[in-house]
């Protein structure tokens, strides 16, 4: 391909780019509010003012808008633990503030939101990722950092706690799922937050 012709196809890709986001973004909002079942390509295609073969220009299927969204969200979670992590916090308090993040993107995002949906459609949704074992994974290894540092209260199993932090992350996702609205999350994610983390922490 000549510079000419790079030059020619680099606003298309732009194009595409944004068209997708765009796409998702949409799929993700109606998800959110309407679940997997009830919404439709064309729904998403009304949503974005595109055609039906406009999204299936850039998505197969329903399914494959759903696996995107939860790749997409995958995605965001190592720039969301750098940024925790540059701001030199022990152990512990990175676990609780990553936490934290999640709840406000779940209440803030409607691709958070979407995912968190879609997770209670799985058996609709062949191969889509569990989330829970990859936050069980970071958290776990965040407490056995914090236990080796001293910060966790002795006695603590971090893996265990670290599953009981997760089973309270979706216990906050069922909440959204099942009527509590966004605006109330952080709110209930703070009481619950502020009682394990008073149980985790040594002294």
Known sequence: ???????????????????????????GELFAQHGYHATSVQD?????GMTKGAVYFHFSSKEELALALATAHS??????IREVQAKGLDALHTAEEILNRACVSLQND???????QLQFERPAIPGLPLPHAEWTKLLAALLTLAKFNGELREGVDPEAA???L????LGIQHL???????????????EIRDLLFQALHAG
Request: positive net charge; glycine residues 2%.
């Open 166 to 169: 997760v089973a309270a992350l």
């Open 44 to 48: 998403v295609a009304d949503r974005t």
């Open 1 to 27: 391909m000549t510079t000419q012709q790079r030059l020619r196809a680099r606003p298309k890709q732009e194009r595409a780019v944004r068209t997708r986001a765009e796409i998702l973004r949409a799929a």
């Open 110 to 116: 409607p691709v958070t939101r979407a995912v968190a």
């Open 75 to 80: 995605a965001s979670l190592p720039p969301l």
């Open 176 to 190: 959204v799922a099942t009527g509590s609205g966004p605006a109330d999350l952080f709110t209930r994610w703070c």
């Open 162 to 164: 670290a599953r009981a």
